[in-house]
């Protein structure tokens, strides 16, 4: 009879498929969570198997079971803690002797393992032969292969799940012979049997190799159970010295070398290898992509392809999704209640600012998948390992660690990450150094939310060179990054400790359709609910920064009394007219909402046979004003039409004044203006100040932000054409200095709680802001000021500054802090 319940943990070390294995099992009943205490996230899913729940816990991808790094730990504390009745033991079966290092861990720590041979497409694609029987006898716990990408194994191993998780198959495992270290180790042994209770607890030879290691968890946790801990520790500290002087080696080192040939020793009876190898089709590839001057060109090209798919082409695509999001703020504006001639009520402008706020980044969703997608194809095949690699030899001049990547790459190196789990991720960073470092610099990469506002800027001040142009704000940050970086560690940040750097190259792998379809899905979802929770939030209270204190009484009653002549000029004009009758009173504002009406959904038709229609419905709802509308030959009504449209004019031109006069007077308005004397000289005036002030809670509401302040004259009109008629002393130098201090821009609030939660003080979270903020302002004060005075374009400027960040960056590369000296 079967338990009710089986918790299984998944164990494996990076880019073996455990990820894959872990969505096979469990499908889509799975969520993310965090474990207690850490930042790691972890991913819980189920299945049910013959009436029993199969709980599945995807541990962190780890190369051991050591405590120096959180991914290390939270793997091993959930193993030791949470007593799975199951580990599934991933491997990538191409590199089976490397992976089983992580595997007499797991032996060592006494729980029922399965070992699970994935991808075993790729190893006989090798010629490399496996014998699964005699693997099984060698290390005593059941093997099976699988290569889930292909869907195979899943039916065996849920089976070996449930004959191990039911104690149906006993376990032998082998155990690793530390030779002369035995000696030693049953000395340690015996101090935790007599002077401690773990051993009902914990695995105590399992205890005693970590105590020979120099585990400083397994040692803080003797400390917090152990009376006479310190006593116990300093009898466990003369044994490990004294087998470093006997046998003139660290036990670090001597443990691992044990190990591998307890490897070798398993996988001899058990591992054919091809007569005559076989190079593998990654390493070929990687003659290229990894080679020392081929590998950045080959980078580069990727990056570049990258942008021009996702920004050039995916911003062709907004000509098809701008009409329907026109077409949503239409149908928004038609359930409002109706405005008066200068009259607008609160409900509908209020309703109206957020569609515009929203439609503002919606969008941009095309750009967003495309580019999220290409990135998935790119993680997926295995190139991001590579542009680590790439990225080390650089990173390493500038006080930086290979495993600064990740974050950085999530952070943005290419356009379309987030700060947020950049920083996030730098927990896995082993030095503090590094890891501060990497966190400070996150901020200043490209995240997703300040891509609408690239792309608005580029669109109407650099359209004719656009790809140049993305290529410019998407590899710029990386100049500005890099010089940071070093500053910091030879300044506040030189006494902190620094690690080498590890890593593998994975296989090449074809990315699936279902993977990067499934993953682009996901991540534009995760936008579009942040634009629906903070970015509506905060549109909110911009709203009312915006609309309050309003309109003095006084400029009412002027703008009043400029209606009532606008009026009587026009009722002037078609007075003996046969139509005077049908534009008294309330007709008359009600013409104007037909006229609107009708002149929105215009624009948004598409062929003749479409305008037809159109025109047959609205000649049907009232042929009065329709003939006004549109009077053909019918003089009289064209007469009307002229007096019409010069009455509409004057009442935008109203409503124009109205709207600037309230902002202007706003709270928000206020503090916008006030400081212009500040940012006068980075060329920003109080519009875009409004604009970056309240991209200070979400990057994404800069865009959406202006995308209220102009507001539409006409249905359908683009945010790029009301800003650049909005703006009409604008510049490409203007925008260029403004792209750069989003570049540069402080972290918004959810990543400086980031920043807080991973450095652990508010003190370096303030730093964090307030070094960027200063940064932002000089260098976009350099390119607005000194480009004027130097009478340069926005397109040379952009050249000359690429150009000066270029050479600072190669001159900081090579100047070495004076402890690298020593």
Same mark, same amino acid.
């Given at each position: 009879?079967?338990?009710?319940?089986?918790?299984?943990?998944?164990?494996?070390?990076?880019?073996?498929?455990?990820?894959?294995?872990?969505?096979?099992?469990?499908?889509?009943?799975?969520?993310?969570?965090? +474990?207690?205490?850490?930042?790691?996230?972890?991913?819980?899913?189920?299945?049910?198997?013959?009436?029993?729940?199969?709980?599945?816990?995807?541990?962190?991808?780890?190369?051991?079971?050591? !405590? +120096?790094?959180?991914?290390?730990?939270?793997?091993?504390?959930?193993? &030791? =803690?949470?007593?799975?009745?199951?580990?599934?033991?991933?491997?990538? #079966?191409?590199?089976?002797?490397?992976? &089983?290092?992580?595997?007499?861990?797991?032996?060592?720590?006494?729980?029922?393992?399965?070992?699970?041979?994935?991808?075993?497409?790729?190893?006989?694609?090798?010629?490399?032969?496996?014998?699964?029987?005699?693997?099984?006898?060698?290390?005593? @716990?059941?093997?099976?292969?699988?290569?889930?990408?292909?869907?195979?194994?899943?039916?065996?191993? @849920?089976?070996?799940?449930?004959?191990?998780?039911?104690?149906?198959?006993?376990?032998?495992?082998?155990?690793?012979?530390?030779?002369?270290?035995?000696?030693?180790?049953?000395?340690?042994?015996?101090?935790?049997?007599?002077?401690?209770?773990?051993?009902?607890?914990?695995?105590?030879?399992?205890?005693?190799?970590?105590?020979?290691?120099?585990?400083?968890? %397994?040692?803080?946790?003797?400390?917090?159970?152990?009376?006479?801990?310190?006593?116990?520790?300093?009898?466990?500290?003369?044994?490990?010295?004294?087998?470093?002087?006997?046998?003139?080696?660290?036990?670090?080192?001597?443990?691992?070398?044990?190990?591998?040939? #307890?490897?070798?020793?398993?996988?001899?009876?058990?591992?054919?290898?091809?007569?005559?190898?076989?190079?593998?089709?990654?390493?070929?590839?990687?003659?290229?992509?990894? =080679?020392?001057?081929?590998?950045?060109?080959?980078?580069?090209?990727?990056?570049?392809?990258?942008?021009?798919?996702?920004?050039?082409?995916?911003?062709? &695509?907004?000509? +098809?999704? /701008?009409?329907?999001?026109?077409?949503?703020?239409?149908?928004?504006?038609?359930?409002?209640?109706?405005?008066?001639?200068?009259?607008?009520?609160?409900?509908?402008?209020?309703?109206?600012?957020? %569609?515009?706020?929203?439609?503002?980044?919606?969008?941009?969703?095309?750009?967003?998948?495309?580019?999220?997608?290409?990135?998935?194809?790119?993680?997926?095949?295995?190139?991001?390992?590579?542009?680590?690699?790439?990225?080390?030899?650089?990173?390493?001049?500038?006080?930086?660690?290979?495993?600064?990547?990740?974050?950085?790459?999530?952070?943005?190196?290419?356009?379309?990450?987030?700060?947020?789990?950049?920083?996030? $991720?730098?927990?896995?960073?082993?030095?503090?150094? !590094?890891?501060?470092?990497?966190?400070?610099?996150?901020?200043?990469?490209?995240?997703?939310?300040?891509?609408?506002?690239?792309?608005?800027?580029?669109?109407?001040?650099?359209?004719?060179?656009?790809?140049?142009?993305?290529?410019?704000? !998407?590899?710029?940050?990386?100049?500005?990054?890099?010089?940071?970086?070093?500053?910091?560690?030879?300044? @506040?940040?030189?006494?902190?400790?620094?690690?080498?750097?590890?890593?593998?190259?994975?296989?090449?792998?074809?990315?699936?359709?279902?993977?990067?379809?499934?993953?682009?899905?996901?991540?534009?979802?995760?936008?579009?609910?942040?634009?629906?929770?903070?970015?509506?939030?905060?549109?909110?209270?911009?709203?009312?920064?915006?609309?309050?204190?309003?309109?003095?009484?006084?400029?009412?009653?002027?703008?009043?009394?400029?209606?009532?002549?606008? @009026?009587?000029?026009?009722?002037?004009?078609?007075?003996?007219?046969?139509?005077?009758?049908?534009?008294?009173?309330?007709?008359?504002?009600?013409?104007?909402?037909? /006229?609107?009406?009708?002149?929105?959904?215009?624009?948004?038709?598409?062929?003749?046979?479409?305008?037809?229609?159109?025109?047959?419905?609205?000649?049907?709802?009232?042929?009065?004003?329709?003939?006004?509308?549109?009077?053909?030959?019918?003089?009289?009504?064209?007469?009307?039409?002229?007096?019409?449209?010069?009455?509409?004019? #004057?009442?935008?031109?109203?409503?124009?004044?109205?709207?600037?006069?309230?902002?202007?007077?706003?709270?928000?308005?206020?503090?916008?203006?006030?400081?212009?004397?500040?940012?006068?000289?980075?060329?920003?005036?109080?519009?875009?100040?409004?604009?970056?002030?309240?991209?200070?809670?979400?990057?994404? $509401?800069?865009?959406?932000?202006?995308?209220?302040?102009?507001?539409?004259?006409?249905?359908?009109?683009?945010?790029?054409?009301?800003?650049?008629?909005?703006?009409?002393?604008?510049?490409?130098?203007?925008?260029?200095?403004?792209?750069?201090?989003?570049?540069?821009?402080?972290?918004?609030?959810?990543?400086?709680?980031?920043?807080?939660?991973?450095?652990?003080?508010?003190k370096w979270m303030m730093f964090s802001m307030t070094y960027q903020m200063l940064l932002g302002i000089i260098v976009s004060t350099l390119i607005f000021t000194g480009g004027s005075i130097l009478g340069l374009t926005g397109l040379q400027a952009m050249v000359a500054f690429y150009g000066l960040a270029l050479t600072i960056t190669i001159i900081m590369g090579f100047i070495k802090p004076k402890s690298e000296h020593a």
């Amino acid at each position: 009879m079967g338990t009710d319940k089986l918790l299984v943990s998944l164990a494996g070390q990076p880019n073996c498929g455990k990820s894959t294995v872990f969505n096979a099992l469990t499908g889509a009943k799975q969520h993310v969570a965090n +474990y207690p205490g850490v930042t790691v996230d972890k991913m819980v899913g189920w299945y049910h198997c013959n009436g029993t729940r199969v709980e599945v816990v995807d541990l962190p991808g780890t190369y051991s079971m050591t !405590s +120096y790094s959180p991914e290390e730990r939270v793997s091993r504390d959930f193993i &030791l =803690h949470e007593n799975p009745s199951v580990v599934i033991n991933t491997m990538d #079966a191409s590199n089976l002797k490397r992976c &089983l290092y992580l595997t007499f861990q797991l032996l060592e720590m006494e729980i029922p393992v399965i070992l699970n041979l994935n991808m075993m497409d790729v190893a006989k694609s090798r010629g490399m032969t496996i014998d699964r029987a005699a693997l099984s006898r060698q290390l005593g @716990i059941p093997v099976v292969a699988t290569s889930m990408k292909q869907g195979r194994g899943k039916k065996e191993l @849920i089976d070996a799940v449930q004959a191990v998780g039911n104690r149906k198959a006993p376990q032998t495992p082998v155990r690793v012979d530390y030779k002369e270290m035995e000696s030693y180790l049953r000395d340690i042994r015996d101090l935790l049997k007599s002077g401690t209770d773990f051993e009902d607890v914990y695995p105590i030879r399992w205890m005693a190799i970590k105590l020979m290691e120099g585990d400083e968890e %397994v040692r803080r946790l003797i400390r917090e159970k152990v009376s006479r801990a310190e006593e116990l520790l300093a009898r466990v500290t003369l044994i490990r010295e004294k087998f470093e002087t006997d046998l003139e080696e660290t036990a670090e080192m001597y443990v691992a070398q044990c190990r591998y040939m #307890a490897a070798e020793a398993v996988c001899k009876p058990c591992l054919t290898m091809p007569a005559t190898a076989k190079r593998p089709l990654s390493d070929k590839i990687d003659n290229v992509v990894c =080679h020392k001057f081929l590998g950045p060109a080959v980078m580069v090209g990727v990056i570049w392809l990258l942008y021009y798919l996702s920004i050039v082409q995916g911003y062709n &695509l907004t000509n +098809y999704t /701008w009409p329907w999001l026109a077409k949503i703020r239409n149908l928004a504006a038609a359930a409002m209640p109706d405005p008066g001639f200068i009259d607008i009520p609160l409900i509908r402008a209020f309703t109206l600012w957020l %569609v515009d706020s929203v439609n503002a980044l919606l969008n941009y969703i095309p750009i967003f998948f495309i580019l999220f997608a290409l990135i998935a194809m790119l993680e997926d095949s295995g190139y991001m390992p590579r542009m680590a690699f790439i990225m080390d030899r650089l990173f390493n001049r500038f006080g930086l660690h290979g495993q600064s990547t990740l974050p950085m790459v999530l952070g943005g190196i290419y356009v379309g990450g987030c700060a947020v789990p950049g920083v996030m $991720s730098c927990r896995g960073i082993p030095d503090e150094r !590094s890891r501060l470092t990497t966190i400070f610099i996150i901020p200043m990469l490209n995240c997703l939310a300040k891509v609408p506002l690239y792309v608005l800027l580029i669109n109407i001040y650099f359209a004719e060179h656009k790809a140049m142009a993305m290529f410019f704000i !998407s590899t710029i940050s990386l100049l500005m990054v890099l010089p940071v970086s070093k500053l910091l560690t030879m300044t @506040i940040l030189r006494n902190k400790e620094t690690a080498p750097f590890v890593m593998e190259m994975p296989p090449y792998h074809m990315p699936t359709i279902r993977g990067v379809l499934g993953r682009a899905i996901e991540r534009v979802w995760m936008f579009i609910r942040k634009i629906t929770t903070i970015v509506v939030a905060l549109a909110v209270v911009i709203f009312i920064l915006l609309q309050f204190p309003g309109i003095s009484r006084e400029s009412i009653d002027n703008y009043n009394v400029g209606k009532d002549k606008a @009026i009587a000029n026009f009722r002037e004009k078609i007075a003996d007219t046969s139509y005077e009758q049908a534009l008294e009173g309330k007709n008359l504002m009600a013409m104007i909402l037909f /006229w609107e009406s009708y002149k929105n959904k215009k624009v948004l038709t598409r062929g003749p046979e479409a305008g037809k229609v159109l025109k047959e419905k609205f000649k049907a709802r009232n042929p009065v004003f329709f003939t006004i509308a549109q009077p053909g030959k019918d003089k009289v009504a064209k007469k009307v039409n002229r007096a019409f449209k010069k009455l509409v004019k #004057a009442r935008k031109k109203i409503l124009r004044e109205m709207r600037k006069e309230r902002i202007d007077q706003s709270f928000l308005g206020r503090l916008g203006k006030a400081i212009v004397p500040a940012t006068q000289w980075a060329g920003f005036n109080w519009r875009v100040n409004v604009a970056l002030l309240s991209a200070f809670a979400a990057k994404e $509401s800069s865009v959406a932000t202006l995308g209220a302040l102009y507001e539409q004259d006409d249905a359908g009109e683009s945010l790029e054409n009301r800003m650049a008629k909005g703006e009409e002393g604008f510049t490409p130098l203007h925008a260029l200095a403004l792209m750069m201090f989003m570049v540069l821009y402080p972290p918004c609030l959810a990543t400086s709680i980031a920043v807080k939660l991973l450095s652990g003080s508010v003190k370096w979270m303030m730093f964090s802001m307030t070094y960027q903020m200063l940064l932002g302002i000089i260098v976009s004060t350099l390119i607005f000021t000194g480009g004027s005075i130097l009478g340069l374009t926005g397109l040379q400027a952009m050249v000359a500054f690429y150009g000066l960040a270029l050479t600072i960056t190669i001159i900081m590369g090579f100047i070495k802090p004076k402890s690298e000296h020593a």
